[in-house]
């Protein structure tokens, strides 16, 4: 082991194929896994991971991918960050596990006073942590619901927001996420999303007609004064990376405040300086009520927050918040190393420059390919929408079709969207320019072969 290079920021930051994707150690744990691991557990690329760190994943054949997943944007700093690593070990080494509602600790304390700090507004704010996106989004449900005393919350079209029985009511799109997974639970109504490539009147009125369209079907269907908060993503994620049409968030902020409704910015994609700010509502300068984070919040460990408004935060009763694992000492840590690491690395402007080179890359490739029907995005948090030529009819298999190439070569893309036909790029921050244009490249070239296809051939390699 001593003379191998470890993970983290030292590996060479470098793609290199020495094997076809998968190679044959990946093929074998596959097998491994398919005797032990339920289906149901899907894998997007089948390569088994042995280092990460800086731009690449090295897979356990040797071979060295681009990455442009950041683990659905968890690794914004970078997998194995040395602040990161270096936190954890020395926590572990002290101290695992107390549980914060049996004995305290100041890392827990530390991490809040952080959320304070970083989200957006100088109000007084309160915090608590838990372990997934999605336990924060519940928490986030719960608290509008124990301060307002009213039950209604509304959702979006396009929302992601989790996988337990509230988070998957609060879910969009049924398959894969909430699929024969029913009965859910009740009192979320869904709204329409201003989704400026698809608002049928175009992208210039989508953010203020939107906001009036559900402002009413709000005041109409649900009743206004029953409703406890407005739940959304500032910047969709699995659900297509919809950037919300302009305006359109600032109008449902002042409404929920003119209304006594909690406004509660689901950010536990977009936080923690992915889309170019520490926070995607500060683009619109949005002040959320409350506001859920997870993912990029701990460089890897599991954490997640609900911050607020401290007389939200602080209005349900003691004992009312909590969970065993909520705000492991490792996973602060690990929040304090990946917070210290933004900072220190300004990654803020590191996903402003990666939004700067990639943008007009996707650009080009969309007046050069006619599939390319939308770029959109901001920072690190980039998207397009794959469409058949000369519409707007969406294209899953040819955005699969893609996806798959740019495997082949190295290069690892996730996809997402309600239709199966985006391709998504989220890059840690810390990718170095170099493979961040090589991935371009790898793109672009993988445009080329998929377009140049007879369509029967894409659907074979989709599914291949
Ligand atoms: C916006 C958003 N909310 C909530 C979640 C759920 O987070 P977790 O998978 O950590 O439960 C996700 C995960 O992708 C997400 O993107």
């Keep these: 082991m001593g003379a191998e290079p470890t993970g983290g920021p030292a590996l060479p930051q470098e793609r290199r194929l020495v094997t076809a994707i998968p190679g044959s150690r990946s093929t074998a744990l596959s097998a491994r896994r398919a005797t032990a691991v339920s289906r149901a557990v899907s894998t997007m690329l089948p ?7 800086g731009g690449v994943l090295v897979d356990v054949d040797g071979n060295s991918l681009i990455d442009f997943g950041s683990g659905i944007a968890v690794v ?14 020395d926590q572990v080494g002290q101290f695992t596990h107390t549980c914060f509602m049996v004995t305290p600790y100041e890392g827990y304390v530390a991490v809040c006073e952080e959320l304070t700090r970083l989200t957006p507004g100088d109000h007084e704010k309160r915090s ?4 997934s996106g999605a336990e924060a989004v519940e928490n986030a449900v719960k608290i509008s619901r124990s301060f307002t005393g009213r039950q209604a919350v509304i959702a979006f ?7 337990t029985n509230l988070t998957m009511a609060l879910t969009a799109k049924n398959m894969p996420y909430k699929h024969r997974f029913g009965p859910f639970a009740p009192e979320i109504y869904r709204m329409p999303m201003a989704y400026p490539y698809r608002w049928p009147t175009g ?10 369209e559900v402002i009413t079907a709000i005041d109409k269907q649900v009743g206004t004064e029953n409703v406890a908060c407005v739940l959304i993503e500032p910047i969709q994620g699995e659900g297509g990376f919809v950037v919300p049409g302009e305006g359109f968030l600032p109008a449902l902020a002042e409404y929920c405040r003119e209304n006594g409704i909690v406004f509660a910015a689901d950010e536990v994609q977009t936080g923690f300086a992915r889309t170019g700010a520490w926070f995607a509502c500060e683009h619109e300068g949005v002040t959320p009520d409350l506001i859920a984070t997870a993912k990029g919040i701990a460089g890897g460990l599991p954490l997640a927050a609900v911050t607020g408004r401290a007389e939200i935060m602080d209005s349900v009763h003691v004992g009312g918040l909590g969970g065993t694992y909520g705000g ?20 803020v402007g590191a996903a402003q420059r990666i939004e700067s080179i990639m943008l007009p890359r996707l650009r080009e ?23 058949t030529r000369g519409s707007k009819t969406p294209d899953p298999v040819m955005t699969q ?15 997402c969207g309600t239709f199966g036909n985006v391709l998504r790029f989220l890059p840690p921050l810390v990718i170095p320019e170099h493979l961040l244009s090589e991935g371009l490249d790898i793109l672009d070239e993988a445009f080329d072969t998929v377009a140049a296809r007879p369509a029967g051939d894409q659907v074979a390699t989709a599914n291949a």
């Design 47 to 53: 390569i088994f991971i042995e280092r990460a760190g």
């Design 76 to 89: 914004s700093v970078g997998n194995a960050a040395d602040e990161v690593v270096a936190g954890v070990r």
């Design 128 to 131: 608590a942590l838990f372990n």
């Design 157 to 163: 079209d396009h929302a992601y927001h989790g996988r």
């Design 203 to 212: 992208p210039e009125n989508c953010g203020p007609e939107a906001a009036a």
């Design 328 to 347: 492991n000492p490792v996973s602060c840590a690990a929040a304090l190393g990946a917070i210290r690491t933004i900072e220190d690395q300004d990654l």
């Design 365 to 387: 490739l969309q007046q050069r390919q006619a599939a390319v029907g939308d770029v959109r995005g901001r920072g690190a948090m980039l998207a397009v929408e794959v469409v």
């Design 401 to 415: 079709a893609v996806a798959h190439a740019c495997h082949q070569a190295g290069l690892v893309v996730l996809t």
